[in-house]
């Protein structure tokens, strides 16, 4: 898939940089970059779903410590 992304001239540079300390090209770096973006929040929303269930589920016992 071709793509292409208008950055800020700061972060291109910082993300140049980056990828040539860690010998990687730039759309390696980015790639991977997204990868763990995507995981994380990924992650992230798993668990609000699943802190959203058992509240509900334990919402009365919630309720009860609440006062």
Request: net charge negative; aromatic share 4%; proline share 1%.
């Amino acid at each position: 898939m071709d793509m292409r992304l208008r950055i800020p001239d700061e972060l291109k540079a910082q993300a140049v940089a980056q990828a040539e300390i860690e010998h990687r090209s730039l759309n390696s770096f980015v790639v991977n970059a997204i990868e763990e973006y995507v995981l994380r929040h990924g992650q992230d929303n798993e668990i609000r779903r699943i802190a959203r269930e058992e509240a509900q589920r334990y919402r009365a016992a919630l309720d009860e410590l609440g006062k």
